[in-house]
């Protein structure tokens, strides 16, 4: 069954700490989508990436980082330098996009819960 | 920025009804525009998508209309079930999200 895996679905970690979260997607799928969403929000975009080695900062990129080594793989960072990390993160991939935006409706995962007291 | 938003964040509708879920959108160049259900603690799911050369879209109990003169996106579910009962987002071609209504559907 093709799909994205996110894992782990819960985490916790200290404040101070940076924390990795993993997606990965074998729908090769070229584009991949990191969101963040707050308890009763919609979802907002962190980062996202069109192709291997290259991703573009979203709507609230401070605070995190990503990299995009395979096209299986998009981890998302979230730094110490994130102030409110405590969040419920989505990762999803899409198979087209153009230069103003995704062509297919995206595909997700089923999130990571991060808890950071 | 341009930015996608819904009319309501609360619905509630009575089994065996028909709902209607509205989206505004501001970007009048935008071209493509997706519906996504969210239920409880799991990643948005697409449920039909529309582009601008077109109107009204059908699928299985559903139906995504489209006002571009207006800017404006509904989505009509028919013979609404429990199983109904989620978060509806719209979204357009950049992939942004409006903050989504919850729609609950009573027995």
């Known amino acids: 069954d093709g799909g994205i895996t996110q894992s782990p679905k819960y985490l916790f970690r200290k404040e101070g700490q940076n924390v990795t979260l993993s997606c990965e997607q074998n729908?090769?799928?070229?584009?991949m989508y990191w969101y963040r969403q707050d308890p009763g929000q919609g979802l907002r975009l962190i980062y996202y990436?069109?192709?291997?080695?290259?991703?573009q900062k979203g709507d609230i990129a401070e605070g995190y980082s990503v990299s995009r080594e395979k096209k299986e793989s998009f981890p998302l960072t979230v730094t110490s330098a994130q102030k409110n990390p405590t969040a419920f993160y989505l990762c999803?991939?899409?198979?087209?996009?153009?230069?103003?935006?995704?062509?297919?409706?995206?595909?997700f995962g089923n999130g990571t819960r991060l808890t950071v007291t | 920025g341009e930015s996608v938003g819904l009319h309501l964040p609360t619905l509630s509708v009575q089994e065996g009804d028909n709902s209607i879920i509205n989206c505004a959108y501001s970007?009048?160049?935008?071209?493509?525009f997706i519906w996504y259900k969210q239920e409880s603690g799991k990643g948005p799911q697409f449920i039909i998508d529309?582009?601008?050369?077109?109107d009204k879209r059908q699928g299985q109990r559903v139906t995504v209309l489209l006002n571009k003169t207006v800017k404006h996106l509904s989505l009509q579910i028919a013979a609404t079930q429990p199983g109904d009962s989620a978060v509806y987002f719209c979204?357009?071609?950049?992939?942004?999200f409006g903050a989504g209504t919850r729609l609950t559907v009573k027995p």
């Open positions: 970007n009048s160049a935008s071209d493509y």
């Open positions: 529309i582009r601008s050369n077109m």
């Open positions: 999803a991939s899409s198979a087209i996009r153009d230069s103003w935006g995704a062509v297919s409706p995206l595909h």
């Open positions: 990436s069109q192709i291997v080695n290259d991703f």
């Open positions: 979204a357009e071609k950049d992939m942004r």
């Open positions: 729908l090769n799928h070229d584009a």
